[in-house]
């Protein structure tokens, strides 16, 4: 029903910058302002990490503490398309960024559907 699929990744240089973007499509389409959208980050051997999400009304978006002040998600519901800007990049941010889309809350509990992820690097 949904497809998601992420861009935007590549490598940087400490300090630098990339935007991601999600596009949402399938089915659901019509009715991606109703679900809440998220970026994920996973490291090989680590637990996937909640980034950042914003609610499906638009609200005020929740960061890891980490991310705060240099992260901003937003969505364009015009375009189907959530975004993670990423400033003043550290290594430690590298990882694969994935995004969540969960209608749960109004299609039931299989409504939650993962990107495949893109890769972002920051090194000098």
């Known amino acids: 029903q949904v497809q998601l699929v992420e861009s935007g990744g590549g490598l940087v240089q400490p300090g630098g910058s990339l935007r991601l973007s999600c596009v949402f499509s399938g089915s659901h389409t019509p009715f991606f302002s109703s679900y809440a959208m998220s970026w994920y980050r996973q490291t090989p051997g680590k637990e996937r990490e909640l980034v950042a999400d914003i609610t499906a009304g638009g609200g005020t978006p929740t960061y890891i503490n980490s991310v705060k002040g240099r992260f901003t998600i937003s969505r364009d519901n015009a375009k189907n398309t959530v975004y993670l800007q990423m400033n003043s990049l550290k290594p430690e941010d590298t990882a694969v960024y994935l995004c969540?889309?969960?209608?749960?809350?109004?299609?039931?509990?299989?409504?939650?559907?993962w990107g495949q992820g893109t890769q972002v690097t920051v090194s000098s």
């Open positions: 969540k889309a969960d209608g749960t809350a109004w299609y039931g509990p299989e409504s939650e559907y």
